[in-house]
Nanobody, 130 residues
Framework: HVQLVESGGGSVQAEGSLRLSCVVS????????MGWFRQAIGKEHEHSSTREGLATIDSDGRRNYAGSVQSRFSIFEDKSENTLYLEISDLKLEDTGTYYC???????????????????WGKGTQVTVS
């Protein structure tokens, strides 16, 4: 069983930067995809399928980014610490929302942003940009 715990959210000023963390426990398998998704503010009670895919990284280090955030978001992992990160620069008001970490076997994910492909989810960390 895989557990994901996000942290690093908070209230930040526009144009600032932030690093989100996701600690992974359990076994994701040798071939996996891990990613960050965002639920916009005001949509917390909507179905999880409305979450926006932001970025993923797979077990071979290949990355995918949503075009809207590619220039400002960076996903990376520290395998020695079982931690996934999302670094966000030049924060914008529209970055406000709840950020979720997700994981799944690589064979089940297609396309990378398809929310329902992901088996494991954290509870999210809130980011508010003002």
């Amino acid at each position: 069983h895989v557990q994901l715990v996000e942290s690093g959210g908070g209230s930040v000023q526009a144009e600032g930067s932030l690093r989100l963390s996701c600690v992974v426990s359990g076994h994701t398998g040798r071939a996996y995809v891990m990613g960050w998704f965002r639920q916009a503010i005001g949509k917390e009670h909507e179905h999880s399928s409305t979450r926006e895919g932001l970025a993923t990284i797979d077990s071979d280090g290949r990355r995918n980014y949503a075009g809207s955030v590619q220039s400002r978001f960076s996903i990376f992992e520290d395998k020695s610490e079982n931690t996934l990160y999302l670094e966000i620069s030049d924060l914008k008001l529209e970055d406000t929302g709840t950020y979720y970490c997700a994981a799944a076997p690589r064979s089940t994910v297609s396309p990378w942003s398809y929310v329902v492909s992901y088996d494991y989810w954290g509870k999210g960390t809130q980011v508010t940009v003002s």
